[in-house]
């Protein structure tokens, strides 16, 4: 339970003062990415592999988004569900056997 809160901390930001978070936007490898694609870049971001099958499926229930969905910045992931999302990513079987 401890690395979960960890993890959800930092993805939303905290502790401010001697770390370097980037905006939800700045994590987008284009203007206009598909949800699968971006899930597949932030694990190579990340976790330093290619996203499974399991856990683009993870990541689309948690923040409510279908593999094929476009994501852009106005989107209400980047705008308001993007911790959730890397939290997702960090909390993940695949980060932790990395």
Request: proline letters at 6%; charged letters at 25%; one cysteine or more.
């Amino acid at each position: 339970m401890a690395s979960m809160r960890f993890h959800s901390s930092l993805a939303h930001g905290y502790p401010e003062t001697a770390t370097h978070h980037r905006e939800p936007q700045r994590w987008l490898p284009a203007p206009a990415v598909r949800f699968d694609d971006l899930v597949d870049h932030l694990a190579r971001q990340l976790l330093h592999r290619r996203a499974s099958k399991g856990l683009v499926r993870a990541c689309g229930v948690a923040v409510d988004v279908r593999t094929r969905d476009w994501i852009t910045e106005d989107h209400d992931l980047v705008q308001w569900g993007f911790p959730r999302l890397l939290t997702t990513l960090l909390d993940s079987p695949d980060h932790l056997s990395r």
